[in-house]
């Protein structure tokens, strides 16, 4: 039997390499990268099984690195291992692709479990979250929120850089794209979300937890 191969990513250089060092007996680890951007871009070029991500990470944040990496790779199993035991923060994870949440107060066995039960097409949700898994996955399912619904992959992007303290000649650099560019993403956001100032668009960032 083929073993599983995974990539983990958190912000935090202990956790990831604590977590790799867990893992290393029971799967192959690819790779630990510590920021939504490189989790992406090491998905789409070693093609994991399984990726283990953070919620709160820097330049992309594990929801919105999850729903990219589903939409480019659709096979590959995502685990959210984070401090959020909020029932909501599960369903938003679940909505993004998820097919796991942990949280971090969870011991090395029980992360084992999750990896071997989404590897086998399950579900698998930590009993510290004060819901059960099927609810959690109707309400996932169910949609997603209006506002959220109403920004584009690329403005929740400039939106987390944002409200990072990156200026928008940063955002841009970063993600490849013009100044005006940027720019133009920043205004086209205020107006959906009904905002009128760079403020309250890092307000509504902090809200979605985009940012830590």
């Known amino acids: 039997m083929a073993v599983t191969r995974v ?5 935090h250089t202990i956790v990831v390499e604590g977590l790799a060092g867990l893992l290393k007996p029971h799967f192959k680890v690819l790779r630990t990268v510590g920021d939504g951007r490189a989790l992406v871009a090491a998905a789409v070029e070693l093609r994991p099984d399984v990726v283990v991500t953070d919620i709160s990470m820097p330049l992309l944040n594990g929801l919105e690195a999850t729903r990219q990496i589903k939409s480019r790779l659709p096979r590959v199993k995502v ?52 819901r059960d898994l099927i609810s959690i996955l109707i309400e ?29 000649k940063e955002v841009a650099s970063i993600l490849h794209i013009s100044p005006r560019t940027a720019e133009s993403h920043k205004y086209e956001m205020m107006e959906a979300l009904g905002v009128q100032t760079t403020a309250a668009l890092i307000q509504y960032a902090l809200h979605a937890k985009m940012v830590a």
């Open 79 to 130: 685990i959210v291992l984070t401090v959020h035991a909020e029932p909501e923060m599960a369903v938003q994870a679940f909505r993004a692709g998820a097919a796991g949440y942990l949280l971090k107060v969870c011991s090395a066995d029980e992360l084992i479990l999750a990896i071997e039960q989404v590897t086998h097409g399950r579900a698998y949700l930590s009993p510290l979250v004060d």
């Open 140 to 168: 996932a399912r169910a949609g997603s929120p209006v506002q959220e619904s109403k920004l584009t992959t690329r403005q929740r992007e400039v939106l987390q850089l944002i409200a990072e303290g990156k200026t928008m």
């Open 7 to 11: 990539i983990l990513a958190d912000d």
